[in-house]
């Protein structure tokens, strides 16, 4: 178990989480392109995560980046890497990636993702009326009290809109979903997964 001994101030912050968010990581074009070859050459099947009616990649191709386009792969690997020094990890690389396709009236289970340290998502087809991402707290006492007012100390969960061409890269501990129904024809987010070089060799 790591520790660290800090001195005694006269406010402190401690355990933050981050969550980063890259606006227009991929252009309209980029976006397009990468669902044209998604839907024409990799299959989809059902995912726990996802409820009745959404598809997902995950069980089928290992890794979505790595068939369609190497030089994408690294540019969100650098972003992985900026991460993993902000957490105090190792140079992290890309583990898999895959697209999930999100139906109208259906929703993303909360979850997180095993057996990695940092998890990203990017938003390729998402409108107004598309289900927000959740992230939940997680300390288990936070709902023992009442508050008068909700602050960052306090929340139980957060939750962003996502749009189209954003990046969002988490610790893969951090339960996420949403407590939305996706009220759009199509979601479609790809995913991924960044592990440890330590881990990985």
């Not at 998890?119 to 927000?132: C, F, N, P, Q, T």
Request: proline share 4%.
């Amino acid at each position: 178990m790591s520790k660290t001994e800090i001195f005694l101030e006269e406010e402190m912050e401690v355990f933050p989480t981050p969550i980063t968010v890259v606006p227009n990581f991929l252009d309209k074009e980029e976006r397009n392109n990468l669902i044209s070859y998604a839907k024409k050459n990799i299959s989809f099947v059902a995912h726990p995560a996802l409820s009745d009616g959404s598809k997902s990649s995950h069980y089928t191709h290992k890794s979505v980046l790595s068939s369609y386009n190497i030089d994408l792969e690294k540019k969100i690997e650098l972003e992985i890497i900026k991460v993993a020094k902000r957490m105090g990890l190792p140079d992290a690389v890309l583990d898999n990636s895959w697209i999930n396709i999100q139906t109208k009236n259906t929703i993303l289970k909360i979850h997180n993702h095993n057996h990695s340290h940092i998890s990203g998502a990017i938003y390729l087809k998402v409108d107004d009326d598309s289900s927000k991402l959740y992230f939940y707290n997680p300390n288990p006492y936070i709902s023992m009290f009442s508050y008068e007012n909700q602050n960052k100390f306090n929340y139980e969960y957060i939750c962003i809109q996502p749009q189209n061409g954003d990046l969002i890269l988490f610790p893969s501990w951090l339960k996420h979903g949403s407590d939305d129904i996706n009220k759009t024809k199509e979601r479609i987010v790809l995913s991924f997964n960044g592990i440890s070089k330590k881990e990985n060799e």
